[in-house]
């Protein structure tokens, strides 16, 4: 019966087709084969979805991301920044007059031989450095130099600055921006971003970034591999000048979120003025109204003495957030003698479960819990393949979304896309995971189409996900500072705080 039913809607679909050309001899074939497809059977065929693990991933974080319930409005950001002056090393210093010789590592640059010796030395591994430029006058003139010389990019530096940039993106956000101001920044940043008048100075915090790529040649010199040599006379920076300033310009602004970086800017100063000025950060933290948030944003460091007192000296107990990268979390763990200090460095990809005990470690020893009085309940990590978000329970909400819009913009920042290109990004995360190290953590095979894992240890929430790496960066300076807004522009605090 069922066959006969068949063969008569068969005979039935073939005789109106016939009618219709017979009626309509002149109907094109494209519209007698659109026809014939209306009146198939079965159901319609779906359009095919993203087939490769990056846009499977990438279409599971555009469902995910959604805007928190109750939103910043005000955002509070210090209070390092300045101009960077990215340019080539070797035409910079041909311009200044300097022939390639040999080269030797200074601690402080105190002279142009003294550059040109530290720049060449570096080239020839093909490693990056960062040097304080001692002689104000000298750095002045080669900074003007390096300011006009053609070809010569001025972006954004510092990361108050960068972030207070990324905030700024977002036209429905007030922000506030304290540091040392200068006119070619003032003129670089957002119109969105407003700079307190005490902010301003005449005169430019700049950061030269000498560029050589991989294979180039001065001289006998060959570089091994592409990578930069930075150098500055960045006084203000270096003793967080802007700080009181900063701190002041809360009161009239009423921001709801305050954002915090530049400690690690401190490592030129002397012992006894970096003990002297953590107590003051902690002192202008505690002034800042209870109830708002401080995200405190950490930076490469060399100073393991800096970085204990930071831990120790009541900092991280007066902020609510960290954000910080691979390097800074095993130095952390170094300087303080927590979980996994005893390794010296990465072996490639930073190990999940090794991060994931560290972050537990500062969050039960240095956060929030029933017995201590800190404020500590959230921390933002970042590497180069995947992100964790950490946070203390009853604390934050929206974390999924946070995680997964700073993982997204790593991709698009890096590759300079408005969304992710899914032909111009990689998925490099570890395939398989353990959760811990330190007791029995669970094992994790990763899913794109599920690209958040969440998993819970004592009360502490983490949510995991990969990241979607470009392949052929047009930019990284900043990737950090960016990855932490976004995600802090995703985030809800509940309102005991």
Request: aromatic share 8%; proline share 5%; charged share 20%.
């Amino acid at each position: 019966m069922a066959l006969w039913r068949g063969s008569a809607y068969a005979g039935f679909l073939a005789l109106a087709v016939g009618c219709v050309f017979l009626l309509e001899p002149e109907l094109p074939g494209s519209a007698l084969r659109s026809f014939w497809s209306s009146l198939c059977l079965g159901p319609a065929s779906a359009p095919p979805g993203p087939v490769s693990p990056e846009g499977r991933l990438a279409a599971a974080w555009d469902a995910l991301i959604v805007r928190p319930v109750r939103r910043w409005r005000r955002v509070a950001v210090g209070v390092n920044a300045c101009v960077d002056v990215v340019l080539s090393g070797v035409k910079l210093l041909q311009a200044l007059g300097l022939s390639p010789g040999n080269g030797k590592d200074h601690s402080v640059l105190h002279s142009r031989n003294d550059l040109e010796e530290a720049f060449i030395h570096f080239m020839g591994k093909g490693a990056a450095a960062e040097r304080f430029f001692s002689d104000k006058e000298t750095f002045h003139d080669i900074a003007q130099v390096a300011s006009e010389f053609p070809g010569a990019q001025h972006y954004v530096g510092g990361n108050a600055a960068l972030i207070g940039q990324k905030f700024a993106a977002n036209s429905d956000l007030k922000v506030l921006l304290c540091g040392p101001v200068g006119p070619k920044l003032h003129e670089l940043l957002d119109d969105n971003v407003f700079v307190p008048p005490e902010s301003l100075q005449e005169v430019d915090e700049f950061h030269l970034i000498l560029e050589y790529q991989s294979g180039e040649e001065w001289g006998q010199l060959k570089a091994p591999h592409a990578n930069r040599f930075i150098f500055s006379h960045d006084l203000s920076n270096g003793a967080m000048n802007m700080l009181e300033v900063f701190v002041s310009s809360l009161e009239e602004f009423q921001p709801d979120l305050v954002v915090l970086s530049g400690l690690h800017m401190m490592e030129g100063q002397s012992k006894e003025l970096q003990r002297k000025r953590l107590l003051e950060v902690v002192t202008s933290i505690s002034d800042i109204p209870t109830g708002i948030p401080v995200h405190l944003e950490l930076a490469s460091m060399t100073n393991r003495e800096l970085m204990s007192s930071i831990v120790h000296q009541q900092v991280f107990p007066a902020v609510t957030s960290l954000g910080l990268n691979e390097q800074e979390l095993l130095f952390l763990t170094q300087s303080a003698s927590g979980p996994h200090s005893s390794l010296a460095s990465w072996n490639g990809v930073p190990d999940v479960g090794m991060v994931s005990d560290i972050l537990f470690w500062i969050l039960k020893e240095h956060g929030r819990s029933k017995s201590r009085a800190s404020d500590l309940t959230r921390i933002h990590f970042h590497t180069l393949v995947y992100h964790i978000l950490a946070t203390v329970d009853g604390h934050w909400a929206n974390q999924l979304a946070a995680v997964a819009a700073g993982a997204r913009v790593a991709g698009t920042q890096a590759c300079a896309t408005e969304t992710i290109d899914t032909s111009r990004v990689s998925l490099r995360a570890p395939q398989e995971f353990m959760t811990s190290h330190s007791e029995a953590g669970s094992r994790i095979v990763l899913n794109p189409n599920k690209p958040i894992v969440e998993w819970h240890r004592e009360g502490i929430s983490f949510y995991f996900t990969p990241v979607l790496v470009c392949k052929d960066p047009i930019r990284t300076v900043g990737l950090g500072d960016a990855i932490s807004a976004e995600g802090l522009f995703y985030s809800e605090v509940h309102s005991h705080y």
